[in-house]
């Protein structure tokens, strides 16, 4: 019990990313009573070919929602760190938590096979069995944003427990699905493909990984000094900016909502909140408050995450591109690294809205399979190696 608050207390950092890396005391051992919690959808590589891009994101954000809601309803001060993978997510908890989130989540697996026919594979792996697999997990607490607080984790303890969940899952065939444990409150998806506002501009997903542990830091560090050379300050390549989101009245958008959200659709829900877009429209660009909340998504999005690799989605300019992946491929030809991109034309949303004020996180992904794409070519260079 005494370490279930450990992630509360660590020192948030206010230094820029590339500051915190340079200091290596800023990081802290996971506390080895700790698990790593994995969802992740089988074969999601295929369904976003197959044109489910969209029930995939949704997917990996209602796994995060209902790990959320569940320790929100529980212990309402208790902060964990997570992670948004595009096609899935990562978490890392408390023993005290770890079988009534791992209950929740196969019991959302079930939803999901039920409702998109998606396979949603779920597994845990202690902090202490890592250790026992010389995969380390250091972790800072890192202010992104002035309203946004990220985990920063080096060490390849949450690949190594990805690789062991993927290795060893078998597929249930249960169907003791229990509504009472579906708790998707929050899940909203209500925004157009959001373009860079600059039209030249692209969309990247970049998912890079150092080849030695030991040197994450400096590396990480290096490539992302380069980043802020290259495409400005964080802000300035962050994709979500508040004048240029636009609402998607579809109402086919909604009705895939509704398949995550809820266990069976109901035509007065749809209509409902379709209705609810709508106004939705007048309330955020008439509205103070409306206005304040559009300022406050770019604050509150997750387009950067260090898991032990770097995964993150920002815009530039084509010829800024070609010069990082010129910087990257030498990079990788001195087997320093070895990365994954893909480049789009925008960027796509799901959030988690408990209120408009301040209480709203907003996950990022690129069109066209996004983080799924870069994982694409990153498994192919690493059956290369």
Known sequence: MKDIKYYNKLKNSNETLVDL?????????????????????????????QGKHHQV????????????????????????????GGDGATFIIPTLFLNKIIKILDNYSLHIKKNTNLILRVGHISVAYLSTERASLKIAKHQLTDQLSIPIVLGNGLKKAEEIIKTNFEESYATNFEKALLNLEGMECRWKEINPIQTQKKVVCLLLDAINEADQRLIYREVISEMDTFFGAFNNRQPIKSNNLKLNFSILNIW????????????????????????????????????????????LSHTFMLDGMINTVFTAEQSKIDLFTDYLNQLEKDKKIIYGIHITHASVMS???????????????????????????????LKNI
């Open 351 to 381: 959030c988690y809205v408990l209120d408009r004020k301040t209480n709203h996180s907003h996950f990022v992904d690129g069109t066209e399979g996004g983080y799924t794409s870069a994982a694409k070519m990153l498994k192919q260079k």
């Open 57 to 84: 994101n949704l997917t990996a954000t209602g796994a995060i929602i209902s790990v959320l809601n569940f320790i929100r309803k529980e212990k309402q001060n208790i902060e964990i760190p997570y992670f948004f």
């Open 21 to 49: 890396l340079a200091n290596e005391s800023c990081f802290s051992e996971v506390p080895s009573t700790w698990h790593v919690v994995v969802v992740d959808i089988l074969n999601s590589t295929l369904a976003v070919d």
């Open 256 to 299: 895939e909502e509704m398949k995550i959200s809820l266990t069976k659709q109901k035509f007065g829900y749809l209509l409902k909140k379709w209705f609810s877009t709508l106004v939705g429209k007048f309330y955020l660009n008439l509205s103070s408050n409306g206005k304040q909340y559009l300022k406050q998504i770019g604050q």
